[in-house]
């Protein structure tokens, strides 16, 4: 039996509690916050539970295996770090730290101790994402073109990181998963709306080596709140929209044809294709769920999952690249280590 401890108990720790704690081989022994009446919370949910206010004394209990730090994102590599030193295999909240420099030290620490590092990149475990993935890799769509994702709300704002670092890691961590190309330049433009707090609208894109180009808009100041994705391809085109109900995914038989012309060869003609609609059956397993049952068994049988540390790299990466753009006003950046 894994013994979990959770690291902050705010927005996303309470749901990382619930879900380890109805995980298989693991039990939640610890939760750590230094709000009172958030332990008095989850103490009065689970009373089976200790609680601390401060995480050294949580990372020094000898009954705790791993941890799972939800914690402000500016926190991330110093708790992280802590926990890793203290022998604690480690699932820390999205995005994994504030500098691929500081992610690189995360997963030399925890190379060198043998220990699990996990990225809470929870949408690459919804069974949309999955499905999506299995669409791409039995080449369904044929040959992919773009990937096209408006991710916008009204709201929540953060102070220590832009609505990039937000909200467009997870299109970078989906894309990331989706795609074994990867990019290697991104050009963000951004803008904030609130004298001193960080940019609230971006836009990204990013190019590939190949032709496949991504495009991405996030926001906080939306009057409605969106979750759609388009992916085209050569053969079909797939629209995954993560509000609607029940046809969450839906792949389009429609598309483009191109032939030369009889006068002249070197000319393309193109066609038209529209054919059915189909929505494939999805699961109704929670994602984080399945994240947590994962983390577990990663830790038990010395498992690396798809969502390390390197993974979180990779998004960071992007994130550095697509914050220095936007201090050039779009100008093409490339993205280091590609």
Known sequence: MIGIGVIGYGYWGPNLVRNFAEA?????VAVCDRRPQRLALAQS????????????????????DAVAIATPVHTHFDVAMAALQAGKHVLVEKPMAVSAEQAQRMIDEAEKRKLQLMVDHTFIYTPAVRKIKQIITDGELGDIYYYDS??????????????????????????????????????????????????????????????????????????VKVRQTMIGGSWRMLVYDDIEPSEKVRIYDRGINLKPSQEDVYRL??????????????????????????????????????????????????????????????????????
């Open 150 to 223: 408006t991710r916008v709300n009204l709201g929540l704002f953060q102070h220590d990181v832009n609505v990039v670092w937000d909200l467009a890691v997870h299109d970078l961590s989906i894309l990331d998963f989706l795609l074994a190309d990867k990019p290697v330049a991104v050009s963000a433009t951004g803008m904030s709306h609130v004298p001193g707090e960080p940019e609230n609208v971006a836009y990204i894109t990013l190019f590939f080596a190949t032709n496949v180009v991504a495009h991405i808009n996030v926001n906080w100041l939306s009057p």
């Open 269 to 338: 003609l193109v066609s038209y294709r529209s054919g059915d609609m189909r929505a494939p059956h999805l699961e109704t397993t929670e994602a984080l769920r399945m994240e947590a049952d994962e983390f577990v068994r990663c830790v038990r049988d010395n498992h690396k999952p798809f969502n390390d540390g390197h993974a979180g790299l990779r998004v960071v990466r992007i994130l550095e690249a697509a914050a220095e753009s936007m201090k050039l006003r779009g100008a093409a950046v490339q993205i280091a280590g590609v």
């Open 45 to 64: 949910r689970y009373p089976a539970i200790r609680t601390y206010t401060d995480e050294k004394e949580l990372l020094a209990a000898p009954d705790i």
């Open 24 to 28: 298989k081989d693991a039990r939640v």
